[in-house]
């Protein structure tokens, strides 16, 4: 089947997710510049730095599917798969603001980051044994930014229980590695006839 329907649908979650983690940023209850930083100030970084994340997820789905022509059932479920994961970005990133960067919050941001790259990894290995699928494998080639993600996650997580905002910073770094844009699938596009 075409894979139309799978990036209208994923499109469509992703821009909830948006939604549900902006509608979390409380209004102060004070109109002045010290009640909007007290009250919304790690809020917005813990939102602008998952907002990010589900930028680089949707620009990255957008670029993959441009290289995949048809999604069969398994591409279908390691699709709602990584859908399922990063759904829970915006019950994570407000517990991790409610919290102020508490440990355990910051743990399970981390997890939750951990999952959903893991869940899109699926999702590629998944494609690369469909008819289409050789076209992507040439086209990521080596995938460094890939498989360096998953030991920061890792690293932000050990570090969480050692301090919660020195956790955030590997989830900073993999968030800025990632926000280069990711010309490989455009140059493998251009380079076909």
């Known amino acids: 089947m075409s894979t139309s329907r799978l990036e209208a649908?994923?499109?469509g979650v992703l821009a909830v997710i948006i939604t549900i983690m902006v509608?979390?940023?409380h209004i102060p209850e004070e109109h002045t510049w010290s009640a909007l930083t007290h009250h919304v100030g790690v809020g917005f970084v813990t939102y602008l730095l998952s907002f990010v994340y589900v930028g680089?997820?949707?620009s990255n789905h957008h670029h993959m599917f441009q290289l995949v022509e048809h999604a069969?059932?398994?591409v279908l479920w390691a699709n709602?798969?990584?859908l399922f994961w990063?759904?829970?970005f915006p019950f994570t990133t407000a517990w991790l603001d409610e919290s102020k960067v508490a440990e355990a919050p910051t743990v399970l941001y981390g997890i939750n980051l951990l999952a959903a790259a893991v869940a899109y990894f699926t999702l590629q290995l998944v494609i690369f044994r469909t008819a289409g699928g050789q076209r992507l494998r040439e086209a990521l080639g080596g995938d460094w930014k890939g498989k360096l993600s998953p030991v920061l996650y890792l690293l932000g997580i050990g570090l969480a229980f050692v301090e919660p905002w020195l956790g955030l910073v590997p989830?900073?770094?993999v968030a800025?590695?990632?926000l280069v844009p990711d010309r490989r699938v455009e140059r493998y596009l251009a380079s076909q006839p």
């Open 9 to 11: 649908f994923s499109d």
């Open 23 to 25: 509608l979390e940023l």
């Open 56 to 58: 680089i997820y949707w």
């Open 72 to 74: 069969d059932g398994a």
């Open 80 to 82: 709602l798969h990584l």
């Open 86 to 88: 990063l759904s829970l």
């Open 171 to 173: 989830f900073v770094v």
């Open 176 to 178: 800025l590695i990632w």
